[in-house]
């Protein structure tokens, strides 16, 4: 895996996703997609081709896991590293993200100035 992966952020706020992007891609310097939907992202993601996926656990429509699951069903996905971000951290909604596939969880509100530490430092742990 590269040193800095092409991400691929799901959120459905507009001031989180561009919070999350200033904090990404100016702050650490990260190539990064953004989809407003579950829906959006899986008409999206083939030809973004991202290296890591970002998911929002709660969002309208289709959540973040039935979007992990919708991805995780088309093979260049399979594979693909997931990291959720959520606001209800308690360890039980942590180890359930876990066990459906996430490579760990960031609890929001995060730190802009730290988002991408904390990114890179999963994706070189997967």
Do not use: N, Y
Request: negative net charge; contains cysteine; glycine residues 6%.
């Amino acid at each position: 895996m590269g040193d800095l992966p092409k991400i691929l952020h799901v959120e459905d706020d507009p001031d989180i996703r561009e919070i999350a992007l200033m904090a990404l891609e100016i702050v650490g310097g990260l190539e990064v997609a953004q989809c407003a939907s579950g829906a959006e992202a899986l008409e999206r993601a083939a030809t973004e081709a991202p290296d890591l996926l970002l998911l929002d656990v709660m969002m309208p429509g289709m959540s973040g896991d039935e979007t992990l699951a919708a991805l995780r069903r088309l093979d260049q996905f399979a594979e693909t590293p997931a990291i959720f971000m959520t606001a209800k951290a308690q360890q039980s909604e942590v180890e359930r993200l876990r066990q459906i596939g996430a490579r760990d969880v960031i609890t929001k509100p995060f730190d802009p100035m730290t988002l991408a530490d904390e990114i890179l430092a999963i994706w070189r742990r997967c």
